[in-house]
Protein backbone atom coordinates (compact mmCIF):
# COMPACT_ATOMS: atom_id res chain seq x y z
CA UNK A 1 0.00 0.00 0.00
CA UNK A 2 2.57 2.45 1.10
CA UNK A 3 5.21 3.56 -1.44
CA UNK A 4 8.28 5.75 0.00
CA UNK A 5 11.36 7.44 -1.70
CA UNK A 6 14.07 8.04 0.57
CA UNK A 7 16.73 10.45 -0.23
CA UNK A 8 19.83 12.40 1.65
CA UNK A 9 22.52 9.78 1.84
CA UNK A 10 26.23 10.11 0.63
CA UNK A 11 29.88 9.83 1.70
CA UNK A 12 30.94 11.80 4.56
CA UNK A 13 33.40 11.91 7.07
CA UNK A 14 33.28 11.38 10.66
CA UNK A 15 31.79 14.08 12.63
CA UNK A 16 29.59 15.33 10.24
CA UNK A 17 26.41 15.40 9.38
CA UNK A 18 23.53 14.32 6.68
CA UNK A 19 19.88 14.97 6.55
CA UNK A 20 17.96 12.35 5.18
CA UNK A 21 14.58 12.27 3.45
CA UNK A 22 11.11 10.51 3.42
CA UNK A 23 8.57 11.16 1.20
CA UNK A 24 5.58 9.14 0.64
CA UNK A 25 3.61 9.20 -2.27
CA UNK A 26 0.59 6.92 -0.86
CA UNK A 27 -0.18 7.86 2.56
CA UNK A 28 -0.75 10.18 4.68
CA UNK A 29 2.43 9.87 7.28
CA UNK A 30 0.76 11.98 9.71
CA UNK A 31 -1.54 9.36 10.28
CA UNK A 32 1.08 6.66 11.14
CA UNK A 33 3.41 6.07 13.34
CA UNK A 34 7.04 5.44 10.75
CA UNK A 35 10.43 4.49 11.76
CA UNK A 36 14.00 4.82 10.24
CA UNK A 37 15.73 1.66 9.97
CA UNK A 38 19.23 1.01 8.93
CA UNK A 39 21.45 -1.94 7.60
CA UNK A 40 25.30 -2.62 7.58
CA UNK A 41 26.84 -5.42 5.39
CA UNK A 42 26.32 -8.67 7.43
CA UNK A 43 23.92 -7.51 9.86
CA UNK A 44 20.43 -7.60 10.57
CA UNK A 45 18.25 -4.36 9.90
CA UNK A 46 17.59 -1.90 13.13
CA UNK A 47 15.57 0.91 14.42
CA UNK A 48 17.27 3.89 14.62
CA UNK A 49 14.52 6.58 15.24
CA UNK A 50 10.82 6.26 15.79
CA UNK A 51 8.16 9.02 14.90
CA UNK A 52 4.72 8.43 16.30
CA UNK A 53 1.24 9.89 15.03
CA UNK A 54 1.36 11.78 18.44
CA UNK A 55 4.91 13.48 18.24
CA UNK A 56 6.76 11.32 20.49
CA UNK A 57 10.20 10.21 19.79
CA UNK A 58 12.33 7.30 20.34
CA UNK A 59 15.96 6.27 19.23
CA UNK A 60 18.41 3.72 19.80
CA UNK A 61 20.97 4.18 22.56
CA UNK A 62 23.72 4.25 20.06
CA UNK A 63 22.40 7.39 18.42
CA UNK A 64 20.63 9.70 20.97
CA UNK A 65 21.84 12.90 21.20
CA UNK A 66 23.08 12.98 17.60
CA UNK A 67 20.01 12.15 15.47
CA UNK A 68 16.53 13.30 15.39
CA UNK A 69 13.43 12.58 13.30
CA UNK A 70 10.59 14.79 12.46
CA UNK A 71 8.29 15.28 9.88
CA UNK A 72 6.91 17.79 7.64
CA UNK A 73 2.82 17.11 7.03
CA UNK A 74 2.64 19.97 4.30
CA UNK A 75 5.48 17.85 2.12
CA UNK A 76 4.29 14.67 3.47
CA UNK A 77 8.22 13.95 4.34
CA UNK A 78 10.18 12.61 7.73
CA UNK A 79 13.48 13.43 7.84
CA UNK A 80 16.68 12.05 9.72
CA UNK A 81 18.75 14.90 10.68
CA UNK A 82 22.36 13.24 12.09
CA UNK A 83 24.66 14.79 13.23
CA UNK A 84 28.44 14.19 14.60
CA UNK A 85 28.59 11.03 12.10
CA UNK A 86 30.67 8.03 13.16
CA UNK A 87 31.83 4.84 10.71
CA UNK A 88 29.77 2.61 12.44
CA UNK A 89 26.76 5.03 11.07
CA UNK A 90 26.95 3.53 7.71
CA UNK A 91 24.60 1.36 6.18
CA UNK A 92 21.23 1.50 3.77
CA UNK A 93 18.95 3.44 5.78
CA UNK A 94 15.11 2.80 5.05
CA UNK A 95 11.78 4.35 6.34
CA UNK A 96 8.87 2.44 7.13
CA UNK A 97 5.28 2.62 8.28
CA UNK A 98 4.96 -1.14 10.17
CA UNK A 99 4.39 -2.55 6.23
CA UNK A 100 6.23 -1.07 3.10
CA UNK A 101 9.41 -0.23 2.55
CA UNK A 102 11.56 2.19 0.10
CA UNK A 103 14.44 1.36 -1.61
CA UNK A 104 16.62 2.81 0.65
CA UNK A 105 19.59 5.31 0.83
CA UNK A 106 23.30 4.64 0.95
CA UNK A 107 25.15 6.67 3.87
CA UNK A 108 28.89 5.71 4.07
CA UNK A 109 30.82 7.71 7.07
CA UNK A 110 34.41 7.27 6.47
CA UNK A 111 38.14 9.31 6.24
Known amino acids: QAQFVESGGGLVQPGGSLRLSCESTSVLLRVYDMGWYRQAPGKQRELVALLTIDANTRYTDSVKGRFIVSRDNAKNTMYLKMNSLKPEDTGVYFC?????WGQGTQVTVSS
Open 96 to 100: NDGVA
